[in-house]
């Protein structure tokens, strides 16, 4: 079912579910999952600390800045250890929103489906590379034009391992980057455009094993989406279209 009830605990941080050993949040864009040493600038983990002082706050897994959505935070150690065991086990689902500007002659529809690549992080890009780097997967479940935008589109992508800017580069190699981009889009077309949302999110819950879906039916950030993705949204998400 879609997450309800949220809380806004922190101007920067929506809370859509919390216990004593784990919560989720959800993340806006241009604000760093995790604290790297020596930065002072706010990230997902520091304002968690801060607002739970005497919490651990880990994470199994993470967002790239410019990327928002769905992010799960260990608050102890017992259920730092059962979130990585079961992101290593596979019982994470997460669907991402990607808006894209399809290269010419490429038609994204023609996309929908698994892709496989190896990718490679160097200097703080990924590559895609024929050997030495980690095996990667996704799947486009669906394409459609954003409502509005011709020459935008939509990629609903499910994804299959964890890679760093895996979507990114990936959607890159395929001729579908992602609209302003700062790393990946080679038209270097306005970073405004920059749209990736971890949308739909669902994992098992520590001690019952029941599992717990999360998504936002509506977000003005989303911008208007067209009807058949909202459908496919709204399916994956538990939610009414």
Same mark, same amino acid.
């Not at 799960?72 to 079961?86: D, G, K, M, R, Y």
């Not at 034009?145 to 609903?156: A, E, F, K, Q, T």
């Given at each position: 079912?879609?997450? !309800?009830?949220?809380?806004?605990?922190? =101007? *920067?941080?929506?809370?859509?579910?919390?216990?004593?050993? @784990?919560?989720? #949040?959800?993340?806006?864009?241009?604000?760093?999952?995790?604290?790297?040493?020596?930065?002072?600038?706010?990230?997902?983990?520091?304002?968690?600390?801060?607002?739970?002082?005497? =919490?651990?706050?880990?994470?199994?897994?993470?967002? @790239?800045?410019?990327?928002?959505?769905?992010?799960?935070?260990?608050?102890?150690?017992?259920?730092?250890?059962?979130?990585?065991?079961?992101?290593?086990?596979?019982?994470?689902?997460?669907?991402?929103?990607?808006?894209?500007?399809?290269?010419?002659?490429?038609?994204?529809? =023609? /996309?929908? &489906?698994?892709?496989?690549?190896?990718?490679?992080?160097?200097?703080?890009?990924?590559?895609?590379?024929?050997?030495?780097?980690?095996?990667?997967? +996704?799947?486009? +479940?669906?394409?459609?034009?954003?409502?509005? *935008?011709?020459?935008?589109?939509?990629?609903?992508?499910?994804?299959?391992? !964890?890679?760093?800017? $895996?979507?990114?580069?990936?959607?890159?190699? +395929?001729?579908?980057?992602?609209?302003?981009?700062?790393?990946?889009?080679?038209? /270097?077309? @306005?970073?405004?455009?920059?749209? +990736?949302?971890?949308?739909?999110?669902?994992?098992?819950?520590? !001690?019952?094993?029941?599992?717990?879906?999360?998504? #936002?039916?509506?977000? #003005? /950030?989303?911008?208007?989406?067209?009807?058949?993705?909202?459908? $496919?949204?709204?399916?994956? &998400? !538990? =939610?009414?279209?």
């Amino acid at each position: 079912m879609a997450g !309800g009830g949220c809380a806004n605990r922190d =101007a *920067r941080l929506v809370v859509m579910h919390e216990s004593p050993h @784990d919560l989720v #949040v959800w993340k806006p864009a241009g604000l760093a999952t995790e604290t790297r040493p020596g930065s002072a600038l706010p990230s997902v983990q520091s304002l968690i600390a801060a607002r739970l002082p005497n =919490a651990y706050p880990k994470l199994p897994h993470r967002l @790239d800045r410019v990327t928002c959505g769905f992010v799960l935070v260990a608050l102890t150690p017992t259920a730092i250890t059962f979130h990585n065991a079961e992101v290593q086990a596979g019982t994470w689902t997460k669907y991402y929103l990607a808006r894209i500007a399809a290269e010419p002659g490429v038609d994204p529809t =023609a /996309q929908v &489906g698994e892709h496989r690549a190896f990718v490679a992080e160097s200097n703080g890009r990924a590559r895609l590379v024929r050997a030495g780097g980690k095996p990667a997967r +996704l799947a486009i +479940l669906g394409a459609a034009r954003v409502p509005g *935008r011709p020459d935008r589109w939509h990629l609903l992508i499910k994804l299959g391992t !964890g890679r760093f800017h $895996q979507i990114r580069v990936m959607c890159e190699a +395929l001729g579908l980057p992602l609209a302003g981009d700062p790393l990946y889009d080679p038209q /270097q077309r @306005d970073p405004a455009e920059f749209y +990736l949302e971890h949308v739909v999110f669902s994992h098992p819950r520590l !001690g019952s094993r029941t599992v717990a879906t999360y998504f #936002v039916p509506e977000l #003005v /950030q989303r911008g208007p989406v067209a009807p058949s993705l909202v459908a $496919q949204l709204a399916a994956l &998400g !538990g =939610a009414t279209p």
